[in-house]
């Protein structure tokens, strides 16, 4: 059974997740000028019924399900009635969604159904940010959406939480240092998720329809030849009959991509020339916004979102007011622009060159490259030290081309040695004859006589000097035959 749920400043955050979820789809057909009736309506709406779930502290109520029955019934007749004739088949069923979960904040008492409150208004935000009509402006409802989303999530946890250590300590949940805790882990949590979205790529669904041919509500426009509504913003009609300068060729729809809003930039210089403008941005150097990534409005489209019919005079102002900061931005960071945009070109012809370098001595890296494995793996195969032990075979084995005395002993020595590195047994600089010996006939106790006979005959060379130590090289040839046979 889910836990109830009593902590005022999660129900606050919920009725402010929901209302900007409702804002964001109002906002929508905000030019047709019922955007503040609709707001205020389902205001009151959402607060009365959370209200009467909160006052029913955690535990259902009989009156709590009789008022939800009420506003189910009101919301099923306002769907057919108003929402249906007005909005149409999509958007009704976000409305009637919408009344359901009002209906639903009548009952809201366990954290089970505080949860699908706050999804429910997640599932709103989805619609209205995928909708056509969405654009950049949106964001003054959607940062505030997402803001309290986080507030409701964390005051839930931390209500539960602080009534835990309640129960177990025995006294009554303190409420002192609360809204600090949630204040503080909202904005912790909000800070890293911006840092994470700032650092990761965002790629939206007009992109994915536009880069892989698909229709997109850009194209229709321009298809028709009208170039109405676009998404994120109205393309304005302001030229002279026959001028046709609002109207881009194919070359620039070809060139639409993510983000472009009311068209390419060169859509926007050609409608500036023909209005006796410049036509060219560039001729006065980067601005600030020029840089910015695609989808981000310029001061000049900022003023224009501004002005359209249906806007709150406060958004309205507070745009102009981000237009002039954008603009006074880009004129102070004008000359960094200039010089980072000259770096920039400069490092892009360099990596070109490099690129063209590197296509044209392709061959000669691809040369290098196989040598380099052929040496690793003859380094790997030990293909020298195995060409080395042949060698000593065939000269001293077979053909018996060793010096006398103890020259020649130390020659059978040294091959035998080279034998046995081959079979990764060898011989450390610190070690006597014994040592060796030893750590031979580990290895190949079958032998053990003949390396035994072959190391003494060496030692024997090497301290003595009798006349009789002629015979040494020929008996150290035959031991040595043995061994290489053996071993090979």
């Known amino acids: 059974m889910s836990q109830g749920l009593n902590s005022l400043p999660a129900y606050l955050g919920s009725y402010a997740a929901m209302l900007l979820a409702l804002v964001c789809n109002s906002y929508l057909d905000i030019e047709y000028g019922a955007f503040g009736i609709e707001v205020g309506v389902w205001a009151i709406v959402f607060a009365v019924t959370l209200a009467i779930g909160w006052l029913q502290q955690g535990e259902e109520k009989p009156y709590g399900k009789i008022i939800r029955n009420v506003v189910i019934a009101i919301a099923l007749i306002a769907t057919l009635k108003i929402f249906l004739p007005v909005f149409g088949v999509p958007r009704t069923g976000v409305y009637l969604l919408a009344g359901l979960q009002a209906a639903n904040n009548c009952v809201t008492t366990t954290r089970q159904r505080f949860y699908l409150s706050l999804l429910v208004s997640l599932v709103l935000v989805l619609f209205a940010t995928n909708h056509f009509r969405a654009d950049w402006s949106m964001l003054f409802y959607l940062l505030p959406y997402l803001v309290a989303l986080v507030f409701a999530l964390v005051a839930e946890q931390v209500s539960q939480r602080i009534r835990e250590i309640g129960r177990a300590a025995g006294a009554q949940t303190a409420l002192s240092g609360q809204g600090a805790a949630i204040a503080a882990a909202t904005v912790a949590i909000l800070f890293l998720a911006t840092l994470l979205y700032s650092l990761t790529p965002q790629i939206n669904m007009h992109y994915l329809k536009w880069r892989f041919g698909l229709q997109t509500p850009n194209m229709q426009g321009y298809q028709d030849g009208t170039a109405g509504r676009l998404p994120g913003r109205v393309m304005r009609q302001d030229h002279t009959a026959g001028d046709g300068s609002d109207i881009p060729d194919a070359g620039e729809i070809a060139n639409l991509g993510p983000g472009s809003g009311s068209g390419s930039s060169k859509a926007q210089g050609n409608k500036e020339g023909a209005h006796g403008g410049s036509g060219n941005e560039r001729k006065d150097g980067p601005r600030l916004w020029q840089y910015l990534p695609k989808g981000l409005p310029s001061p000049d489209e900022m003023r224009d979102k501004a002005a359209e019919d249906g806007m709150p005079k406060w958004q309205a102002e507070a745009i102009h007011r981000l237009a002039g900061a954008a603009e006074r931005a880009g004129n102070l960071t004008k000359p960094v622009m200039q010089s980072i945009g000259d770096h920039v070109a400069k490092l892009s012809e360099e990596v070109e060159r490099l690129i063209k370098a590197i296509q044209d001595n392709s061959i000669w890296l691809i040369l290098l490259g196989l040598m380099a ?40 020595f040294l091959a035998l040695g080279r034998i046995l590195s081959l079979r990764n047994v060898g011989h450390r600089p610190n070690d006597n004859t014994r040592e060796y010996l030893a750590q031979i006939a580990r290895w190949y106790a079958p032998l053990r006589r003949e390396f035994a006979e072959l190391i003494l005959l060496y030692e024997r060379s090497r301290f003595s000097a009798r006349p009789d130590d002629a015979f040494i090289p020929p008996r150290m040839r035959a031991l040595y035959r043995v061994a290489f046979c053996k071993l090979k």
Do not use: P
């Not at 380094?379 to 000269?395: Q, T």
């Open 373 to 412: 494995l052929l040496w690793m793996m003859g380094r790997r195969l030990r293909i020298g030290l195995r060409a080395r032990v042949n060698f000593d075979y065939m000269w001293l084995g077979i053909l018996g081309r060793h010096a006398g005395g103890a020259v020649g002993a130390r020659q059978y």
